[in-house]
């Protein structure tokens, strides 16, 4: 009998003791023996579920418990998430999580503390929830050099701008629709500003890496700006439009940003619909893969973190080898990053702006008195510079 402790009793953490209770057969056999919750840590008491005979309000009574080998933090957050998780390495306990922004800020440094004191820091639903991502970044293309990374990484954004594609709504309404059906926080901001998939594209970039890449210095946009006008002209394209996590190699380094993308359909994330998540990947040897699946989530999310809790079980006494350095890596600036972009000016504007950016093709004018059209590649920084001189209504990169 392994004893785990889990902190916190929301989604995910009751999710992590529902499944532990219905297949506590399968967990037992792939672990090689049963796995047992003794603790549950919350501030709040859950009279009338079953729970609540092992809830405590006190981290010291799971900290001190020699029993308990293994805690599950899924408080969400930096604090006190960080201080517990640090405190149980440091007491030879093994700490699995499902949280992205203590990875993301704290990760290499819990990766070394677990080294220390010969325990593991395991984050498999940090990234993309159910989706087995990170164990097939550090166990199964170990061989390969990984040259691109491009993920829909939020299932919020994805949902959102799938039936603004579908209907033709407006940003804000379609907001409040995800909102009311649960998809949207009531403060939605790091889902739509980008910054929930910025924290996972830096925990991903740092695995295939000998160096980390801290989220603070990723290019980061979000969906907002996106109207339905700009729908119809994507529609106009055959494209459609997706809030992407990136990371690209090239010989001179890396660029990883997050930002809206327009998708040709023969791209694999260009069929990514409503509240799922995928990740591509381009590899020298095996070359692009993407896995696929449901993104958050209480039973999918809680699904990784048992899947973690096995391994720790399996690996006691034993590290877990999990590529994820504290050196800092330097990402290539962002303002030389080369893409097209698709942008909307005045119909008045155009002949102005065409002097400044190579137009590539000149798209029908949907919009009365508007002009629409596909750039040539280009770099930010020559893109900001146009734009700074040319009022400009909307523009959007496009993928290639």
Do not use: W
């Amino acid at each position: 009998m392994v004893y785990i402790s889990v902190l916190g009793y929301g989604t995910v953490g009751s999710g992590v003791v529902e499944v532990l209770k219905q297949n506590k057969d399968i967990a037992a056999r792939h672990a090689g023996q049963e796995i047992e919750v003794k603790y549950v840590l919350d501030l709040r008491d859950f009279p009338g579920d079953p729970v609540q005979e092992k809830i405590v309000h006190d981290f010291d009574i799971i900290l001190n418990d020699p029993e308990v080998e293994i805690v599950v933090e899924v408080l969400g957050g930096v604090e006190p998430a960080y201080t517990f998780t640090n405190q149980a390495l440091c007491a030879g306990k093994s700490v699995v999580t499902s949280n992205k922004e203590l990875v993301a800020k704290h990760g290499a440094a819990l990766m070394e503390t677990a080294k220390a004191h010969r325990t593991n820091f395991l984050f498999e639903a940090s990234v993309g929830g159910g989706i087995p991502i990170i164990r097939a970044l550090y166990a199964s293309l170990t061989a390969d050099h990984i040259t691109e990374i491009s993920g829909i990484m939020n299932g919020t954004t994805n949902y959102i701008l799938t039936k603004m594609y579908e209907e033709g709504a407006q940003f804000a309404d379609v907001l409040s629709q995800a909102q009311a059906y649960g998809y949207a926080e009531r403060d939605p901001s790091a889902d739509v500003d980008g910054y929930d998939a910025c924290r996972k594209i830096a925990i991903l970039t740092s695995l295939t890496n000998e160096q980390s890449v801290n989220y603070e210095d990723i290019y980061t946009e979000g969906i907002r700006k996106i109207s339905a006008e700009d729908i119809r002209y994507i529609k106009q394209m055959g494209r459609n439009v997706r809030l992407l996590a990136c990371a690209r190699k090239n010989e001179r380094g890396m660029y990883a940003m997050v930002a809206p993308f327009l998708l040709e359909p023969d791209h694999p994330l260009f069929h990514v619909n409503d509240v799922f998540n995928a990740v591509y990947i381009d590899s020298d040897m095996l070359g692009a893969t993407m896995f696929y699946g449901k993104g958050a989530g209480k039973l999918p999310t809680a699904s990784a973190v048992v899947s973690d809790v096995i391994d720790a079980v399996k690996h006691r006494g034993a590290l877990i080898n999990m590529n994820l350095p504290a050196q800092q890596m330097r990402l290539l600036d962002f303002d030389s990053f080369v893409c097209p972009f698709f942008v909307r000016v005045r119909r008045e504007d155009l002949p102005e702006i065409q002097k400044l950016l190579p137009v590539a093709q000149e798209l029908e004018p949907l919009i009365e008195n508007e002009a629409a059209f596909i750039t040539e590649p280009v770099s930010q920084a020559a893109f900001a510079a146009a734009e700074a001189k040319v009022p400009v209504i909307s523009r959007i990169r496009i993928y290639t």
